[in-house]
């Protein structure tokens, strides 16, 4: 009777410490979406930044993010999304969808960052922003009527969209192939943030070729 009580307990205690082990296990550093999201160009794997020209994060991250995405393989397509919360995050947001439609954003992009960020320009009134832009080379006049096209209300309408489907409540936020969802605190750094990117797109490149064969 002594030994089965000592067994019993034994396996008790086995069990236990399984369930403790269990519980501590350590979370993954991303989320996967319940509902993936289409990406922009099918046959390539999407690699999404949700950002906000006012974020210090975001700010901070751009000297880390862009020597990323200049090497970035020719299956990945990268793509830059402006989180739109209202406020700033909108008049900001509606201005890099309009240097985008323009195709002037890669130009200017840094320097919309810095003036923001370091000069501590506002840059939410769009006269203030054409003005600023006329700096940089930016044709005033073409970019107060894009600005206010209906085009770019359109891709408005579809930047807060896709931050609902993606369910995002902050920002730097990273989406890998429409499907998984991370942030820097998740990953745990800059960097990390960018090597669990890479390991995302990897394991969704196998996954093409494994349904391909």
Same mark, same amino acid.
Do not use: I, K
């Given at each position: 009777m002594r030994n089965l009580i000592i067994s019993a307990a034994l396996v008790a205690a086995?069990? +236990?410490?399984?369930? &403790?082990? &269990? /519980? $501590? /296990?350590?979370? *993954?550093?991303?989320? $996967? =979406? /319940?509902n993936p999201v289409p990406v922009a160009e099918p046959g390539k794997i999407e690699v999404v930044e949700l950002f906000w020209y006012g974020c210090p994060h975001c700010y901070a991250f751009e000297p880390v993010i862009n020597p990323w995405v200049e090497k970035l393989p020719s299956d990945v397509n990268f793509v830059r999304i402006p989180a739109m +919360? @209202? @406020?700033?995050?909108? *008049?900001?947001?509606?201005?890099f969808l309009t240097l985008e439609a323009m195709g002037v954003e890669h130009k200017v992009?840094?320097?919309?960052f810095n003036a923001i960020q370091k000069e501590h320009k506002k840059l939410t009134d769009k006269n203030d922003?054409?003005? +600023?832009?006329?700096t940089q080379g930016v044709d005033k006049d073409k970019f107060l009527a894009t600005f206010d096209s209906f085009a770019i209300k359109g891709q408005i309408v579809k930047a807060r969209e896709l931050a609902k489907k993606y369910e995002i409540t902050g920002v730097p936020t990273m989406i890998v192939n429409g499907k998984y969802r991370f942030d820097i605190g998740s990953a745990g750094g /800059?960097?990390?943030? =960018?090597?669990?990117?890479?390991?995302?797109v990897a394991k969704e490149r196998a996954a093409t070729k494994a349904a391909a064969n």
């Open positions: 086995s069990l +236990f410490g399984v369930t &403790a082990q &269990a /519980a $501590e /296990a350590p979370a *993954a550093p991303y989320v $996967e =979406l /319940a +919360f @209202g @406020g700033p995050w909108d *008049a900001h947001g509606q201005m992009h840094n320097a919309v922003m054409a003005d +600023f832009l006329a /800059a960097e990390q943030a =960018l090597q669990l990117a890479d390991q995302l």
